[in-house]
């Protein structure tokens, strides 16, 4: 079985798949994947055509500013997304495959869960496949969001206007995800409450 989590930023997926994993259960996250994606040679020099040599440092590992420069325009990212598409694909089937020779149940973490059926079509052969939302208030969302980017860049921006360039963030990331559509759920993971309660929901479904 494999358990499609899914949401829109900052409503919680991470925390979601963290906690599963702390109980033993696999996943495997887009998000990762896609930077080491970013380390393949071939792609690397793509990627520095596109956006220049600043996005990767020295030891050639990705910088912010190549997350940057893709989530700061919808045309970007969706440029992005058609280079590392089968490479993705192939990858995440390879990561699927190992790791259902050991666990029954398997998750994958993605912001975009639109994608599945064009990239992820083959994992439907192989094995069922749930979707499972996690939703969370579009205020305290984008409040979440915020936060996290300015605890995460305050030591690299001037803090004169890092609240602007944080709201300027959210407000990129909810123009990219305007289009997003989970599917048909199977799960709804309700993430407005405490941390408890969201535990508590992932207890009663999975019984933990």
Known sequence: MLYIVTGRIGSG????????QEKGYPVIRTDELLHLLYKDNVLKGTL???FGENIYDVNGNPTPYLT???????????????ITGEKLQQLVIDVFKNLQTKYDTIFLETAYPQKINVLFENL???????????DKD????CDCVKTRWIEKNKNKINMFNIDQLAEDYVKNFEQIQQDFNP???DITINNDGSISD???QLKEYFKL
């Open 183 to 185: 599917g048909n759920v």
């Open 68 to 82: 940057q420069k893709i989530t700061s325009n919808s045309m970007l990212l969706k440029m992005v997304e058609d």
């Open 198 to 200: 969201l535990y508590n």
């Open 138 to 141: 579009n205020q305290k969302r």
């Open 48 to 50: 520095i055509s596109l």
């Open 13 to 20: 997926k991470t925390t979601v798949t963290n906690y599963l």
């Open 124 to 134: 439907k052969t192989m094995t069922d496949i749930k979707i499972l939302l996690v």
